[in-house]
């Protein structure tokens, strides 16, 4: 199928009670569209990274009692999965869609980026656009924008990504579910694949 764009419907997916039938509204919903835009834009993305990069929508295979609050679609540089490796993606809660990129607890990579954040926090200041946020937690659908974030804080963070063994770093662009670009799918797309390119720097930097 083709991308056009996420509705009203989709985020209210994300708030149907229970496991079982949030489950069906985002295999419903959801997952059909974030299987459409990792395919779109996963040969955008390897032209980007200069490696191929391969697309891991989320499948809430472990959940066996509290049902997900978030759903997202991951590109990664391997074939068998994201969770190890620096990777982007784009997903929702029920309030916003956010795109990001991200270096989870299980990547052996955050050490990398940890003494990127510690050792060079002025260069990452100044690359990371404004508007963007960072989280520590992918849990939590709140975050620091960067706007408010000081090089302090910037070392703080790469310190913790470092020190704390299921600490986790994410930044990107949060888009709020009634923003009207996210009903249009190429408009969208533009908006990702301009957030992916703001983002490539902090993933070479996790390498």
Excluded at 95 to 107: K, Q, R
Excluded at 125 to 148: C, I, L, Q
Aim: hydrophobic share 40%; proline share 6%.
């Amino acid at each position: 199928m083709s991308f056009n764009g996420f509705t009203e419907q989709d985020f209210d997916a994300l708030t149907v009670p229970g496991l079982e039938p949030r489950m069906e509204a985002i295999i419903g919903h959801i997952r059909p569209k974030l299987e459409a835009l990792g395919g779109s834009l996963a040969p955008y993305l390897s032209a980007l990274c200069g490696e191929e990069m391969h697309p891991h929508v989320a499948k809430h295979a472990r959940r066996k009692v509290n049902p997900p609050i978030d759903t997202w679609v991951a590109w990664a540089g391997s074939k068998r999965g994201y969770k190890a490796l620096p990777h982007f993606e784009v997903g929702m809660f029920s309030t916003h869609l956010f795109v990001i990129f991200a270096v989870i607890y299980e990547s052996p990579n955050k050490s990398v980026f940890a003494e990127y954040m510690m050792k060079h926090a002025d260069e990452l200041k100044a690359v990371v656009p404004a508007r963007f946020y960072w989280s520590m937690d992918h849990m939590n659908p709140d975050g620091t924008p960067h706007r408010e974030t000081g090089l302090t804080e910037l070392r703080s963070m790469g310190e913790k990504l470092k020190s704390v063994k299921k600490a986790e770093i994410m930044c990107g662009l949060r888009l709020d579910r009634n923003e009207l670009i996210l009903r249009d799918g190429d408009k969208l797309t533009a908006k990702i694949e301009e957030t992916f390119r703001s983002l490539l720097p902090l993933y070479k930097a996790s390498f």
